[in-house]
T-cell receptor, first 109, second 112 residues
């Protein structure tokens, strides 16, 4: 199975908040990342959190980290149609990142 | 800066053919990576490199080879293409091993 697990789909109404959840396995991960992939494009870094933090806020994005449960979440406030994409959670492991399968977020009017 | 560039964008191969996927970065990054992305499966690491002359296997290296003769370039070689290698291939680079990775636009490969 995957080392990093995410739900595969999320549908949200425009203007509502989206919450994407992720569980990871390596408690020694230094950083945890959220990447965004738009159709036909590569991944772009959305935000990240250092492992000694519980929360990070960046404009409409809020990342919450629960190290005890190895749970990471990304909240997008006031979701817009441009937020429709696949969102990947990733944990750092030595020289590499380990990615989840991605959550496809669909924003409906 | 062009960032990470990949060529070609698309390719169709016949079973048993060979090809090289090109990847280059102009950010002077030491670390470079090759991933494949299959539908609903996320990204799987094929090979990675921590610097010129140094490469190592990732999760799914079988059927692929890489070389890293310069800091800038990290080509991926498929010697005997198989239908199971139909996928989208992404190259990425980073300054630090656990740092932000910058991705290329991808190569969509179909093996028939």
């Amino acid at each position: 199975g995957e080392d990093v697990e995410q739900s595969l789909f999320l549908s949200v109404r425009e203007g509502d908040s989206s919450v994407i959840n992720c569980t990871y396995t390596d408690s020694s991960s230094t950083y945890l990342y959220w990447y965004k992939q738009e159709p036909g494009a590569g991944l772009q870094l959305l935000t990240y959190i250092f492992s000694n933090m519980d929360m990070k806020q960046d404009q409409r994005l809020t990342v919450l980290l629960n190290k005890k449960d190895k749970h990471l979440s990304l909240r997008i406030a006031d979701t817009q149609t441009g937020d429709s994409a696949i969102y990947f959670c990733a944990e750092s492991m030595a020289y590499k990142l380990s990615f989840g399968a991605g959550t496809t977020v669909t924003v409906r009017a | 800066n062009a960032g990470v560039t990949q060529t070609p964008k698309f390719r169709i191969l016949k079973i048993g053919q060979s090809m090289t996927l090109q990847c280059a970065q102009d950010m002077n990054h030491n670390y470079m990576y090759w991933y494949r992305q299959d539908p609903g499966m996320g990204l799987k690491l094929i090979y990675y490199s921590v610097g010129a002359g140094i490469t190592d296997k990732g999760e799914v290296p079988n059927g692929y080879n890489v070389s890293r003769s310069t800091t800038e370039d990290f080509p991926l070689r498929l010697e005997l293409a198989a239908p199971s290698q139909t996928s989208v291939y992404f190259c990425a680079s980073s300054y630090e091993g656990e740092g932000e990775q910058f991705f290329g636009p991808g190569t969509r490969l179909t093996v028939l």
